[in-house]
């Protein structure tokens, strides 16, 4: 009987409350499932005083903000308050009636009110479904739950198709669908993905409202995951969260700089509270015989912007890059992907001096195009940029893959227009990146979102590039 309930919530022909005593807490924050491998998973969940968010707090919650409108207000900090109280989790693999269970964890004000569930002996290729419950403290009987589900990965011989996404910077500002948030999230359901990859700026410490301090930030991220369409989203596929300069402290931040009374060093233990995460922020995952992804950490060991560049300039750090080469000369996978919150390639708009792609970090930019375009059957995937594009280094050869903002909405800032020598593709638009693998032939894909396709289910392709047949 448990499990069929379970099965009606997971797919919403049940309502949650159906099974949920009087009162609180809540999960109006949603939930997150992360660092998925063949065997193990974190389930991320907050605990809340109400069902759902106060979106009436500000207009820009759910009218974003239109042309050049400024809104210089400060985040609100009780749009979705936390509450106390104890959470649990159960799991099984999808058609089977074997649950596991996990004991209750009480959860504080301390950390936000968030119990992170590393679930470990999964095993590989098979989809999960969840039920998170919690109670209020001291209380015996449940008060609410929540249900989700996610796939892991396949062992690194199994010959599988993979379907993976990858977006970035998505803003309060540039909602497209009220409280629902922002419509790419319904439509990348659609593409039935295997795993999604956020490159960074998941919000914006320095744009309206702003987050000066550590109640400010944590209180956009609550806001920014009770959004209907990120919420649901989350409810269904795993995550790879990055970080980037707008989500540790402000525009083009590197260690020991402050925005308001938020420190660096507090952006960075934020990050790590708000998302599941392992103990390194830089990793490698490994989804079956064909695909291989490295996730790069450039804020946490580069080098001031403003210094001359050299051999010793970097956003890596050594031990970081040492890593990367390492782990990528060991891969036998088909086809490899570095998935990094900035560009590489480019070309990026004037005037920047925070990537590789800049002047500012040539040697070691330079460094990783030599590197990188030497490896067969190897791509760059970039967040951060606020365009589309499929970018070709003129001297290396290497391919880069900018997957563009989350809309439309978010296209602010400027872009370096078509550049015919290096661009394949080029769009002054948002959306989302999909990259599919099947019988050893890869594809890239560019899909639209913005507020015209909010009624659309599935998002529009605007670019294709079939990266070709690998060699068994």
Same mark, same amino acid.
């Given at each position: 009987?448990?499990?069929?309930?379970?099965?009606?919530?997971?797919?919403?022909?049940?309502?949650?409350?159906?099974?949920?005593?009087?009162?609180?807490?809540?999960?109006?924050?949603?939930?997150?499932?992360?660092?998925?491998?063949?065997?193990?998973?974190?389930?991320?969940?907050?605990?809340?005083?109400?069902?759902?968010?106060?979106?009436?707090?500000?207009?820009?919650?759910?009218?974003?903000?239109?042309?050049?409108?400024?809104?210089?207000?400060?985040?609100?900090?009780?749009?979705?308050?936390?509450?106390?109280?104890?959470?649990?989790?159960?799991?099984?693999?999808?058609?089977?009636?074997?649950?596991?269970?996990?004991?209750?964890?009480?959860?504080?004000?301390?950390?936000?009110?968030?119990?992170?569930?590393?679930?470990?002996?999964?095993?590989?290729?098979?989809?999960?479904?969840?039920?998170?419950?919690?109670?209020?403290?001291?209380?015996?009987?449940?008060?609410?739950?929540?249900?989700?589900?996610?796939?892991?990965?396949?062992?690194?011989?199994?010959?599988?198709?993979?379907?993976?996404?990858?977006?970035?910077?998505?803003?309060?500002?540039?909602?497209?669908?009220?409280?629902?948030?922002?419509?790419?999230?319904?439509?990348?359901?659609?593409?039935?993905?295997? #795993?999604?990859?956020?490159? =960074?700026? /998941?919000?914006?410490? &320095? $744009?309206?409202?702003?987050?000066? +301090?550590? !109640?400010?930030?944590?209180?956009?991220?609550?806001?920014?995951?009770?959004?209907?369409?990120?919420?649901?989203?989350?409810?269904?596929?795993?995550?790879?969260?990055?970080?980037?300069?707008?989500?540790?402290?402000?525009?083009?931040?590197?260690?020991?700089?402050?925005?308001?009374?938020?420190?660096?060093?507090?952006?960075?233990?934020?990050?790590?509270?708000?998302?599941?995460?392992?103990?390194?922020?830089?990793?490698?995952?490994?989804?079956?015989?064909?695909?291989?992804?490295?996730?790069?950490?450039?804020?946490?060991?580069?080098?001031?912007?403003?210094?001359?560049?050299?051999?010793?300039?970097?956003?890596?750090?050594?031990?970081?890059?040492?890593?990367?080469?390492?782990?990528?000369?060991?891969?036998?996978?088909?086809?490899? #992907?570095?998935?990094?919150? =900035?560009? /590489?390639?480019?070309? &990026? $708009?004037?005037?920047?001096?925070? +990537?590789? !792609?800049?002047?500012?970090?040539?040697?070691?930019?330079?460094?990783?195009?030599?590197?990188?375009?030497?490896?067969?059957?190897?791509?760059?995937?970039?967040?951060?940029?606020?365009?589309?594009?499929?970018?070709?280094?003129?001297?290396?050869?290497?391919?880069?893959?900018?997957?563009?903002?989350?809309?439309?909405?978010?296209?602010?800032?400027?872009?370096?227009?078509?550049?015919?020598?290096?661009?394949?593709?080029?769009?002054?638009?948002?959306?989302?990146?999909?990259?599919?693998?099947?019988?050893?032939?890869?594809?890239?894909?560019?899909?639209?979102?913005?507020?015209?396709?909010?009624?659309?289910?599935?998002?529009?392709?605007?670019?294709?590039?079939?990266?070709?047949?690998?060699?068994?």
């Amino acid at each position: 009987m448990l499990k069929s309930l379970n099965i009606l919530l997971l797919f919403g022909i049940l309502s949650p409350s159906f099974l949920q005593a009087e009162g609180g807490p809540y999960f109006a924050s949603g939930i997150k499932v992360g660092e998925v491998d063949q065997t193990s998973a974190i389930v991320w969940a907050r605990l809340t005083k109400n069902p759902a968010a106060d979106f009436n707090r500000l207009p820009i919650f759910t009218e974003g903000l239109q042309g050049n409108k400024k809104d210089t207000g400060l985040m609100p900090i009780e749009v979705v308050p936390g509450m106390k109280g104890k959470a649990r989790v159960h799991y099984w693999v999808k058609d089977s009636d074997q649950q596991l269970k996990a004991e209750w964890n009480s959860v504080t004000k301390s950390s936000d009110f968030i119990h992170q569930f590393h679930l470990r002996g999964l095993k590989p290729d098979r989809t999960y479904q969840f039920e998170i419950e919690c109670r209020s403290e001291g209380a015996e009987g449940v008060a609410n739950s929540i249900t989700g589900q996610f796939k892991t990965a396949p062992e690194p011989n199994s010959d599988v198709p993979i379907r993976f996404i990858v977006t970035t910077c998505q803003a309060v500002r540039s909602v497209d669908s009220g409280a629902e948030g922002h419509v790419a999230y319904r439509q990348m359901l659609n593409f039935d993905p295997h #795993f999604f990859v956020h490159t =960074g700026d /998941i919000l914006y410490y &320095d $744009k309206a409202p702003l987050c000066k +301090n550590e !109640a400010q930030a944590r209180a956009k991220w609550n806001l920014m995951f009770s959004y209907g369409h990120n919420k649901n989203f989350h409810r269904n596929v795993s995550s790879y969260f990055m970080k980037d300069d707008h989500d540790t402290l402000k525009n083009d931040c590197w260690p020991g700089q402050t925005y308001g009374d938020l420190t660096f060093e507090q952006g960075l233990a934020i990050f790590r509270e708000q998302v599941p995460m392992q103990e390194k922020t830089y990793r490698t995952i490994r989804w079956g015989k064909d695909v291989q992804i490295w996730l790069t950490e450039n804020r946490d060991f580069r080098s001031s912007n403003r210094i001359e560049d050299g051999p010793e300039k970097t956003i890596l750090g050594e031990e970081q890059k040492d890593w990367l080469k390492t782990t990528i000369q060991e891969s036998d996978a088909t086809y490899k #992907f570095v998935i990094t919150p =900035g560009p /590489i390639v480019g070309p &990026d $708009k004037k005037g920047k001096a925070d +990537n590789h !792609a800049n002047k500012a970090f040539f040697n070691e930019g330079q460094e990783l195009r030599d590197f990188l375009s030497q490896q067969k059957n190897m791509y760059v995937i970039c967040g951060d940029r606020h365009w589309q594009y499929c970018s070709k280094d003129p001297k290396t050869g290497l391919l880069e893959f900018g997957c563009g903002p989350i809309n439309d909405e978010h296209n602010y800032g400027g872009d370096p227009g078509k550049v015919p020598e290096i661009h394949r593709y080029f769009s002054d638009k948002g959306g989302f990146l999909g990259i599919t693998i099947n019988n050893k032939i890869a594809k890239a894909e560019w899909f639209t979102a913005n507020q015209e396709e909010t009624s659309i289910e599935q998002a529009k392709v605007r670019h294709t590039e079939i990266l070709g047949k690998a060699e068994n």
